[in-house]
């Protein structure tokens, strides 16, 4: 089995369905001749030509109103928003247009598209390339919204999310494209191959959407995350010696509810950790969510560790990243209670 | 003529020394408004039938002069004159006249359905039947239809049953949409029509998406889109410009010139200096400005643009130059914004009255057919509406509750299914 990183691993989910689906486009700025600013579609437009992998123009807009008259053609379309930052010139088409062409129609249209974006900070890209925006689609009824951690998950949901009939949009945590960051961003970042993850089969293979992934076992705390916190809060719970229960959402909405609820009714703690602002984030609607179903469970008050209520800041970067040790406090927090 | 200064102070740091010195800002104004004589010295229309019409296949850049003329078929006489006239066989003339009529008679009848309470809201689209209509027989059946609004003619030309339309308008529970759109914003599958949004614009990039799947699956179908003229500034007006022209996609991107978006006139949307016909100019996109009152010219500018997209030679931008003789909708009350008497007088005048002008000169009609005409689509709209009153009116039965967490998704997720169960138990416990 070949190790890829997580570049690796959506090159080769496009590669799988652009293989078994003639249907299947992709495209969007700088995609098709070069292979994109990260290299996601590397390679695809020698092997599938230009008229299935092409360049767009700068125009987000643009390219999501054409995807979804291409998906109302018949087609399913993979457009690229080059950084998730960029996608706001895109709302009108995913919020009004994609999440609700189904429910106006009465089911006779559907956009079955998928919106590939990379996001997150500790890149050093400042307030316009480090924004992780997903709340904000998780609060549009009619869209999916997915997140992996690694680059099996990837692939497997990538492939999934194509093979979905609703719109899917599909944030990319760029700062774990090479290797599993864990916030320690003095230490030197180890690749992927170091990791069991990155055994990823070459052929095809899905992970439905809506499955959460318990990727530690504890029985202290639950620790609610996905994307790059994911590996953040795994070496907050080694570093700290708590027994903390991670859970990799993978998928937002859907949402595992019930992997959520078995496990903090079994630990009676819960912290959630989202590298997005805090305030509206979707760390609030977990929260509420554990409430809701737990509430006669929890020992303590639930924890929310996320990027602060600013904009992603440059020079302030590693103070603005939640990392392992905010995460830690906040294992000590509702442990110690 | 004063030289302007340039001033090295910040702004609003010393007061100007003269009047003349001081910016102004241009708003731009109607030339007539209420209580004022409609005033149209400015429109400036040529001749019926002294545009050329080029082959379907000539460059770009030998069309330059079409978004700055006016593509006219029909002379004042009702004859028709020029290279565009598409010699339409008397059939398809008279098709195209009842059609607009039922147009007509459809929307008069809906409104005073409207009047009557029996649904919410409703647009019309009258003096506008002609864009519509010659558009949608120019085009074909499998082509796809990415309209805006006021085109309910595509689906009355394309035989759309009208009482399914009603039924929309009424939300009533065989309404396709099971309720869940605002009145007029049909979507006919089957009719290769698409689901109107209702926000301004967004269907003019996906047709363009639409078209270049077609062109990426060596398909022979294309794609036609409308909106107004106010919607031309719209961001989503410049990405489907945009991508129509690198792509060359096989798409007709219309738009309809009414003079007024709501209570702006047509000055507002950027149309006091340049023609909207203008605007693909920048884009190298043939730009075709057309008399969208006179049916012959607006189906063959429409027939010109398609034979050019279905042979690669790319997209067409269309602007149908006509007048919105109605309200903007049951909503609005063109009286408190422009001249009562302007439509009545519109210097391109009435799209059913010029084609039926041009079929009596033909010798191909009569009075007394039109009147008999008028007396058969009033007859049918009337049988159709007491159909659709009979399955029932806005606020009479009502969609059934599980229909309001449907097609959210495709399946019923978790948490939709825990929401209709906790509605309807609600509703139980209110005794409901």
């Known amino acids: ?337 | 003529m004063t030289t302007r200064k340039r001033r090295a102070e910040p702004p609003g740091a010393a007061e100007p020394s003269s009047d003349d010195e001081q910016l102004a800002l241009h708003v731009p104004e109607p030339a007539a408004r209420p209580g004022e004589a409609h005033d149209f010295s400015e429109l400036h229309i040529a001749a019926a039938g002294t545009m050329a019409r080029p082959a379907v296949d000539t460059p770009e850049s030998a069309l330059r002069d079409y978004p700055y003329g006016l593509i006219r078929v029909l002379d004042d006489a009702g004859k028709a004159v020029g290279q565009w006239d598409p010699g339409l066989d008397p059939d398809t003339l008279r098709r195209g006249l009842r059609s607009m009529a039922l147009t007509r008679a459809f929307d008069d009848r809906m409104l005073n359905a409207q009047r009557q309470g029996k649904t919410s809201f409703y647009i019309k689209c009258t003096g506008e039947e002609a864009v519509a209509v010659a558009q949608a027989m120019a085009l074909d059946p499998a082509d796809m239809l990415f309209p805006s609004y006021r085109q309910q003619g595509l689906l009355i030309a394309r035989d759309w049953p009208i009482v399914d339309m009603m039924c929309q308008i009424f939300s009533n529970p065989a309404d396709r949409m099971k309720g869940r759109q605002l009145p007029v914003l049909y979507s006919a599958k089957q009719a290769n029509f698409f689901s109107l949004s209702g926000n301004l614009g967004t269907q003019f990039p996906q047709a363009v998406g639409w078209a270049m799947a077609s062109a990426i699956k060596h398909d022979t179908r294309i794609a036609a889109s409308w909106i107004g003229e106010g919607t031309t500034a719209e961001a989503d007006f410049h990405y489907a410009m945009t991508f129509a022209a690198v792509y060359r996609a096989p798409v007709l991107l219309n738009v309809v010139n009414n003079q007024w978006a709501i209570s702006s006139f047509q000055g507002i949307a950027g149309g006091e200096r340049a023609t909207f016909a203008q605007r693909a100019l920048g884009y190298g996109m043939p730009g075709l400005r057309v008399d969208g009152n006179d049916f012959l010219a607006v189906y063959a500018a429409t027939q010109w643009a398609a034979e050019r997209a279905r042979t690669n030679h790319g997209p067409t931008l269309i602007e149908l130059f006509t007048y919105r003789a109605a309200a903007h909708s049951t909503s609005d009350d063109p009286a408190a914004y422009r001249p009562k008497d302007e439509a009545a007088n519109w210097p391109l005048g009435d799209p059913i009255a010029r084609l039926k002008q041009h079929l009596i000169a033909i010798d191909a009609w009569s009075e007394e057919q039109h009147a008999a005409l008028a007396a058969e689509v009033e007859r049918e709209v009337r049988a159709a509406l007491k159909e659709a009153e009979a399955i029932g009116v806005l606020g009479g039965a009502k969609p059934h509750l599980h229909t309001m967490f449907e097609d959210v998704f495709k399946e019923l997720p978790v948490h939709l299914q825990q929401q209709l169960d906790q509605v309807q138990s609600e509703l139980k416990g209110d005794g409901n």
């Open chain 1, 1 to 337: 089995m070949p190790a890829m990183n997580m570049i690796q691993a959506i090159n080769s989910a496009l590669d799988v369905m652009l293989a078994r689906d003639e249907n299947v486009v992709t495209f969007g700025e700088d995609v098709g001749y070069f292979g994109g600013v990260f290299r996601a579609t590397a390679g695809l437009q020698k092997k599938y030509g230009k008229s299935r992998v092409f360049d767009t123009p700068i125009a987000e807009g643009g390219i999501i109103g054409a995807a979804i008259g291409m998906a109302v053609y018949g087609l399913r379309p993979v457009a690229e928003i080059q950084f998730a930052d960029y996608i706001y010139p895109a709302f009108d088409q995913l919020v009004s247009e994609a999440a609700r062409l189904r429910y106006r129609s009465g089911g006779e249209y559907g956009a079955p598209l998928v919106v590939r974006t990379p996001c997150g900070g500790g890149i050093f890209g400042g307030q316009t390339h480090s924004q992780s925006p997903e709340g904000i689609f998780t609060h549009v009824c009619g869209l999916k919204t997915v997140m992996p951690s690694n680059p099996y998950d990837a692939k497997g949901l990538l492939i999934a999310a194509i093979e979905d009939d609703d719109p899917v949009i599909f944030f990319e945590p760029k700062r774990i494209y090479n290797g599993p960051f864990d916030g320690h961003h003095d230490r030197p970042l180890v690749p992927w191959s170091k990791h069991p993850a990155s055994e990823v089969p070459a052929d095809y293979y899905r992970i439905d959407l809506g499955k959460a992934s318990i990727v530690r076992k504890g029985a202290a705390v639950t620790v609610i995350a996905y994307g790059t916190m994911v590996h953040v809060c795994l070496a907050a719970a080694e570093e700290s010696g708590i027994d903390a229960e991670v859970i990799d959402l993978r998928s937002l909405l859907p949402i595992d509810v019930e992997a959520i609820a078995t496990s903090v009714k079994k630990t009676g703690r819960c912290v959630i950790v989202h590298e997005a602002t805090r305030t509206g984030g979707y760390g609030a609607e977990l929260s509420a969510l554990v409430q809701e179903h737990c509430f006669w469970n929890l020992e303590a008050p639930i924890e929310r560790v996320t990027g602060w209520d600013t904009p992603y800041p440059h020079a302030l970067e590693w103070e603005y990243f939640p990392g392992p040790a905010r995460v830690i406090r906040a294992l000590k927090a509702v442990t110690e209670t």
